[in-house]
């Protein structure tokens, strides 16, 4: 079993839809909790940083942790054309430590 | 967020030749930073974790000698990938840490060997 789970895609949307991206992980050490936007030839781009359970909201995006199921979760609403992109979620133990990805989902949002 | 650069942003050179990356932090400082390389439609690879001041940590089957990594200040790391042949054309990605933990990317640099 793979430290890091995520939903297989790709997925396509339309516009205005509200799209869920999730990750399981099995390393219960894991304490520290972020979502990437990767753009096609891009650096990843840090939309979410979390280290508590519960649930974080900037914008159009939401970050869910829920620690004792060992799970996360990006909601993104009125999803956009320009949310058209691969979402990574990735999570470390502690500081200065190595981030452990999962598979990265493709999303397409269709105007 | 905090702002991590990588320069250049595109190389093409000959076979055999050296290539140096910078990674550098611009708004804050970065006690440790992180190599990775991604080839099209693949994960991203760490290659290795550089502290500023010590040798870096390299994952297992990179090799060191080919990949020199140097952490020389807070806000600087280069990657010189040494005697560069094709199968090392990749695009090659920088991150930091920030103050938080949190890990902040470059927007990668694209290596292409001749």
């Known amino acids: 079993q793979k430290e890091v789970e995520q939903d297989p895609g790709p997925l396509s949307v339309p516009e205005g839809a509200i799209v869920s991206l999730n990750c399981t992980y099995s390393?219960?050490?894991?304490?520290?909790f972020m979502w990437y936007r990767q753009y096609s030839r891009k650096g990843p781009e840090l939309l979410m940083y979390?280290?508590?359970?519960g649930n974080k909201e900037d914008g159009r995006f939401t970050a869910q942790v829920d620690k004792s199921s060992k799970y996360i979760s990006l909601f993104i609403r009125d999803s956009q054309p320009s949310d058209s992109a691969t979402y990574l979620c990735a999570m470390k133990t502690g500081a200065n430590s190595k981030l452990t990805f999962g598979k990265g989902i493709t999303l397409s949002v269709r105007p | 967020g905090a702002v991590v650069s990588q320069h250049p942003s595109w190389v093409i050179c000959k076979s055999g030749t050296s290539v140096k990356i910078e990674c550098r932090s611009l708004?804050?400082?970065?006690?440790?930073m992180f190599w990775y390389r991604q080839f099209p439609k693949q994960s991203l690879m760490l290659m290795a974790t550089?502290?500023?001041?010590?040798?870096?940590?390299?994952e297992q089957g990179v090799e060191k000698d080919k990949f020199l990594i140097n952490h020389a200040s807070l806000t600087l790391s280069t990657l010189t990938v040494t005697s560069a042949h094709p199968e090392d054309s990749s695009f090659y990605i920088c991150s930091a840490e920030g103050p938080r933990n949190e890990q902040f990317f470059g927007p990668g640099t694209r290596l292409t060997v001749l």
């Open positions: 390393n219960s050490a894991f304490q520290y």
């Open positions: 550089s502290n500023e001041g010590s040798k870096a940590t390299y």
């Open positions: 708004d804050f400082q970065a006690t440790t």
């Open positions: 979390t280290y508590s359970s």
